[in-house]
């Protein structure tokens, strides 16, 4: 059975679960006249009953999903001859690669050994057997727990208190789980990070101004040494993301005091769902945007005044990634404009200002500090982006100023250094993570930045 139907059964016992378990509490109450007699309402009775019969049979299912692959690999690897089981790890790896290929089909070389098809055989039906073994005890699960429901379900069963107790139960693993995920992340890329610091220097990296990542894997490869300053990059970043902000921070800005302060409800209510679809549009559409239309039209247009224009420039990806994030800046900005008091803007029309002397001196001025930090967020955005500046920036790594020239930025280094086939103890792979961290320090220092300054304007208007 496979594991999409094993989850629809059982989610199709949970709801009927729900059901009984909801009559049942009915049921030993006297009916629905002696309802109040229940210690909850009998919605809650069906949800105890639901959780009995379902949560065991996730558990297992998740607990089968985390070693299930492993046991049978040992299990395929046990089967092999030794001179394949007694392989170094990384050339065991490309065999277990190439069994899992044969297993689904999308590998069957001529010269494959028969071992590999007897091995991929056997992993089909291991994992075959395990998916019938699972898909059974997750239905016995919930009908044991189904039976335990049935029998604890009683009209003095504090049953709202036992569901509240699990749904808090599973808040707690779900932030505790994101909280471990993030330490995982950030202690996965130190690590490799001192790995890559312990071949090039600290100085160097952060303060060298030439990026030129390529290295012999080999000694006696013809090859260059490498150079890592990551200066021309942070100054890539910091152009882009600063032309950006230059076309977001106005515009978003002036659309956010319309809307809050200018437009009709009527207004309100299909511009800022318009504006706000420009945020889920994907990244590689305003790439394509970015590559077939602004950086034809900047070249053109710097053409007529006399200036080169290079095809892939940092002025066309600023514009389209400043374009991207006006919904950033205009959705935040507008939130924070409209929780400034009322009172205040009385206040100052009870004095003879105007609309506009209002929104000057007193909406903006007390707005400023969530107006502030919403531009700080969408300044990480702009640092984080790849696509865009992959498309219309170029991979270049020129340390400039000139936003009409071909830059690159550290994400879009990131994605090209571990892209094809690298050794991954080498300097150039592990710069990567190096970059990476950076980055992390930057964008986590940003946000704590923001938060900081919007909780602060929180504190002063609520």
């Not at 009916?31 to 809650?44: A, E, N, V």
């Not at 002036?254 to 706000?276: C, D």
Request: charged share 15%; net charge neutral.
């Amino acid at each position: 059975m496979q594991l999409t139907t094993l989850l629809l059964i059982l989610a199709a016992m949970a709801v009927m679960s729900f059901m009984v378990g909801r009559q049942r509490a009915i049921g030993t109450a006297g009916g629905y006249r002696q309802i109040k007699t229940l210690h909850s309402l009998p919605k809650y009775y069906g949800y105890y009953a639901a959780i009995w019969c379902g949560i065991p049979g996730l558990i297992l299912i998740a607990f089968w999903l985390a070693i299930a692959d492993s046991v049978i690999l040992d299990r395929v690897i046990e089967s092999l001859p030794a001179d394949l089981r007694n392989l170094p790890e990384s050339q065991l790896s490309l065999v277990i690669n190439d069994i899992k290929n044969i297993a689904v089909g999308q590998f069957a070389s001529p010269d494959s050994r028969a071992e590999l098809v007897v091995a991929a055989d056997l992993y089909t039906a291991l994992h075959s057997s395990a998916r019938r073994i699972l898909s059974g005890l997750v239905i016995l699960l919930g009908m044991i727990g189904l039976g335990i429901a049935w029998l604890r379900l009683r009209p003095e069963l504090r049953a709202r208190n036992h569901v509240e107790g699990m749904v808090k139960l599973g808040l707690v693993l779900a932030s505790t789980l994101a909280i471990f995920t993030t330490v995982g992340i950030l202690a996965s890329v130190l690590f490799e990070a001192v790995r890559f610091f312990q071949k090039v220097p600290v100085t160097d990296f952060l303060f060298g101004l030439t990026w030129s990542p390529q290295t012999a894997l080999r000694a006696d490869q013809v090859g260059s040494s490498g150079s890592f300053g990551a200066v021309p990059l942070f100054t890539g970043t910091l152009l882009i993301s600063f032309i950006a902000m230059l076309v977001a921070t106005p515009i978003g800005l002036m659309t956010a005091v319309y809307l809050s302060e200018y437009a009709t409800r009527r207004v309100r209510t299909w511009v800022k769902p318009a504006l706000e679809i420009l945020a889920g549009v994907p990244t590689v559409v305003y790439g394509y945007f970015a590559a077939l239309t602004v950086a034809p039209l900047l070249g053109d247009i710097g053409e007529f005044l006399g200036l080169e224009v290079a095809s892939e420039s940092a002025l066309g990806a600023g514009l389209v990634m400043g374009i991207m994030i006006i919904p950033f800046v205009s959705s935040l900005s507008d939130d924070v404009i409209n929780a400034v008091p009322q009172a205040m803007r009385d206040g100052s029309y009870a004095l003879g200002a105007t609309q506009s002397e209002t929104i000057k001196k007193v909406v903006l001025p007390a707005a400023l500090p969530g107006i502030v930090g919403s531009t700080l967020l969408a300044v990480s955005r702009a640092i984080g982006e790849t696509m865009i500046v992959v498309m219309a920036a170029g991979l270049a790594a020129n340390l400039t100023a000139n936003p009409l020239q071909a830059v690159t930025t550290v994400t879009v280094q990131i994605v090209t250094l571990l892209v094809g086939d690298q050794e991954f103890d080498s300097a150039k792979t592990l710069a990567a993570f190096a970059l990476g961290l950076v980055l992390f320090i930057v964008t986590l220092g940003l946000n704590v930045l923001a938060l900081q300054i919007v909780r602060r304007y929180r504190e002063q208007y609520e």
